[in-house]
């Protein structure tokens, strides 16, 4: 009887921590759309082509590409640690060489300190644009594959096709743009709301 009671409140706690955390998002999602959007644009200061990528690469369509990056970085991660454990048998570490002393003293010392929060940070920020860049560009073409199907009925086949085209050769931003402004310019002369888009 303890272990069904206990199993209920399991469950009970598991969706009032899921409701918890899906209002925690919701509250804290415009920060985090601040968060990316300065981060695009300090990207874009930073780097000239790095707006012209994302509406280029938006032009592809959805794609596996983020998938299978997060899948390598997970499989590097594990043979990692594979690897951490496996110097640890006493067979190796036992017969250590020269040369591997010399590192696990270097990762030891102050400057081993430094190299490694430099390569953790660095391996975290890049992780983070990563994500915020795939994030929009999904969004971009949510937004645009959206919009072309919402002016459909409202153009001819020619006009249709024209569109997908238009947005398949996009190269950069103001590429992009003007694509978006064509699509606005004929939602607007037949009184049609498009979804939102962060401007970027």
């Known amino acids: 009887?303890?272990?069904?009671?206990?199993?209920?409140?399991?469950?009970?706690?598991?969706?009032?921590?899921?409701v918890i955390g899906?209002?925690?998002?919701?509250?804290?999602?415009?920060g985090f759309q601040f968060i990316g959007k300065w981060t695009i644009e300090l990207m874009g200061y930073l780097f000239l082509n790095f707006k012209d990528d994302i509406y280029k690469r938006a032009s592809d369509g959805f794609h596996?590409?983020?998938?299978?990056f997060l899948m390598i970085m997970f499989i590097i991660v594990i043979a990692t640690l594979y690897q951490m454990l496996i110097t640890k048998h006493p067979q190796v570490r036992d017969k250590q060489t020269k040369w591997s002393m010399i590192i696990s003293d270097f990762m030891r010392s102050k400057n081993g300190y430094y190299v490694t929060c430099f390569i953790s940070i660095s391996a975290i920020a890049f992780l983070y644009i990563f994500i915020v860049k795939y994030n929009y560009i999904n969004q971009i073409v949510t937004y645009s594959e959206k919009s072309i199907r919402i002016v459909s009925p409202f153009i001819n086949e020619d006009e249709r096709i024209l569109l997908k085209s238009e947005f398949a050769r996009i190269k950069d931003t103001a590429d992009f743009y003007s694509f978006k402004n064509h699509l606005e310019s004929i939602a607007k002369i037949n009184n049609l709301e498009l979804g939102e888009l962060n401007k970027f």
Not at 22 to 29: H, Q, V
């Open 64 to 68: 596996e590409y983020p998938s299978l």
């Open 1 to 18: 009887m303890n272990k069904a009671i206990k199993y209920i409140f399991g469950i009970f706690g598991t969706l009032v921590l899921a």
């Open 22 to 30: 899906n209002g925690l998002w919701e509250l804290s999602k415009p």
